[in-house]
């Protein structure tokens, strides 16, 4: 079906502007509550806001007072960025009218319709966007929990778990070992473990040459597995052993204490070992009644979830359909929702939704891959419309351009959600 | 900057240089036939509202600061090279997959909007 989008816009504004005229009487300037400040939380909060010119009151309750991006957080890995160049504040967001509260967001009442913080009290709302990541699964690789995080690193979530990883990277003995446990479906950023595969090998091929690299994998293929094994073979001959589910990679076991890992049986001593768990919604999602398993079932017209129209979910931890969890999909995402929210609490125009993502990883110096789509909102999910990837044999200026394009991104999509 | 960025970012780059007061349709029309294209879409008019709403995709990667980091600054640009551009990017005769998918959806309308909203943003 096609619209006539004057048409569709005429309706579709007359509809929410008719629904939403008795709120706005009724409550004076209507709230909208963030909870999270990544890709997706900070884009919408900062959407709303730019948008509604004073008409909507937007508080963002995010934790943390310095935001690390878990993109390009592999970089740093690999020695091309320092960590300092991944932190950003949330200074400009602020400026830019958003009331930002840093503190945990420790419950939701939905009757109520309010938000109850670590420190004591409760943020009230109109609409609620959650947007707050990703957790780990427990007991999903035997022998790891929480408790282990320092002995074996996730490093999934950007910071002092990136700077720890490192740290030991840069300790390990000469021809030491690097275990790397991959995730299973589905997780967030796709190619991640992959980019940090050739990170890890980028640096020890630079300083611990001898070095090996273990990956035990579950899944039998991962994102962009062509260009990374291809690269593999170019950049790190002999050095990564990848070891997929055909050959037991999703039966394994650690030992954090015994610093080992067992594959399919097989016990290896290891000096490193990073544990990358089954993921989940972060754990408000869940707190608020929102999420179906792991995840957060969403409309994929407005990113609204099933469970609640008052409620959003964004990012990593929703259920939408066919994008992959990434920043990109979270800032996307967001979008859609802010215009949605926006029309809904003052009527203001909502045009359809649009969704688009492009994944970028670094393999080695200037040798660049991306994987990107675009998507639609169906009835029953996000839909892929179309998509292309990075071809294997490139030439180096092309992995070079795309590279430089990912730098570009970096730059743009961090504006983008914090101004 | 090395000279391989500025050369990708030349690359990247419309002919701005060439962009001119001129919008008369004698010219658009003359636009179209060197560049190949069709010179309706060319000749149509945006609207900047929903240029506004449309350029949430763009902004992902294209500062609306006109900053450039590696990828092409779009703000102020002649509208109709913009139209051009996106124009051939649907067409595939300009390289890019990102632009060639992001353009391949766009209708005329969405292109011409876009170019709009993009030309009177103030940096």
Aim: hydrophobic share 40%; net charge negative; with cysteine.
């Amino acid at each position: 079906m096609t619209l006539d989008r004057r048409t569709f816009l005429g309706t579709a504004a007359a509809a929410s502007a008719a629904l939403s005229a008795p709120m706005v009487r009724a409550q004076g300037t209507p709230r909208v509550v963030v909870v999270g400040g990544g890709a997706g939380g900070a884009t919408a909060a900062r959407y709303i806001a730019k948008d509604s010119k004073g008409a909507i009151d937007v508080t963002l309750i995010e934790p943390t007072r310095t935001y690390y991006t878990c993109f390009f957080s592999n970089l740093y890995l690999g020695g091309f960025k320092e960590m300092n160049q991944l932190g950003h504040s949330y200074g400009a967001l602020a400026a830019g009218g958003v009331n930002v509260v840093h503190d945990w967001a420790v419950g939701v009442d939905r009757d109520a319709k309010t938000v109850a913080l670590a420190g004591g009290g409760s943020v009230p709302y109109d609409k609620l966007i959650l947007s707050p990541g990703i957790d780990f699964v427990d007991g999903a690789v035997a022998g790891w929990d929480m408790s282990a995080q320092n002995k074996m690193p996730h490093a999934y979530k950007a910071g002092s778990q990136t700077e720890l990883l490192k740290a030991q990277l840069q300790a390990m003995p000469e021809g030491g070992t690097f275990a790397l446990v991959a995730p299973p479906n589905p997780y967030r950023c796709p190619p991640g473990p992959y980019e940090r595969v050739s990170m890890v090998a980028h640096f020890l091929k630079q300083n611990n040459p001898t070095a090996k690299i273990l990956v035990a994998d579950p899944k039998p293929k991962f994102s962009k597995m062509a260009l990374f094994q291809e690269g593999w073979g170019t950049h790190y001959d002999g050095m990564i052993d990848w070891v997929g589910e055909d050959f037991g990679g999703g039966n394994v076991e650690v030992d954090p204490n015994a610093m080992t890992v067992s594959i399919d049986g097989e016990v290896t001593k290891v000096d490193v070992c990073n544990v990358i768990p089954a993921m989940k919604a972060g754990r408000i999602a869940e707190l608020a009644g929102v999420t179906d398993g792991n995840w957060a079932p969403v409309n994929a017209a407005d990113m609204s979830s099933k469970a609640d129209g008052d409620i959003h979910v964004l990012g990593d931890a929703s259920q939408q359909g066919d994008m992959p969890k990434s920043g990109f999909s979270a800032n996307s995402q967001a979008k859609v929702c802010a215009n949605a929210v926006r029309g809904a609490l003052t009527g203001s125009k909502v045009f359809p939704a649009k969704f688009s993502n492009t994944c970028w990883s670094l393999i080695s110096t200037n040798d660049g891959v991306k994987v990107g789509a675009t998507y639609e909102a169906t009835p029953e999910k996000i839909a892929k419309v179309d998509g292309f990837i990075s071809a294997t044999g490139e030439t180096a200026e092309v992995r070079e351009a795309t590279y430089i394009e990912s730098e570009g991104w970096y730059s743009g999509i961090t504006a983008d959600m914090l101004g | 900057m090395t000279w391989r960025t500025w050369a990708i970012a030349l690359a990247c780059a419309p002919v701005v240089a060439l962009a001119a007061d001129d919008h008369s349709e004698a010219k658009i029309i003359e636009i179209a036939n060197d560049y190949g294209l069709d010179p309706a879409p060319l000749l149509m008019t945006g609207d900047v509202e929903y240029g506004a709403y449309l350029s949430g995709e763009c902004t992902t990667c294209h500062q609306t600061s006109g900053s450039y980091d590696g990828i092409p600054a779009i703000i102020q640009w002649d509208e109709v090279y913009f139209k051009v551009a996106m124009h051939e990017y649907k067409q595939k005769t300009r390289e890019n997959p990102v632009m060639q998918l992001i353009a391949g959806r766009l209708g005329d309308e969405e292109i011409a909007s876009l170019a709009a909203y993009f030309a009177q943003i103030e940096n």
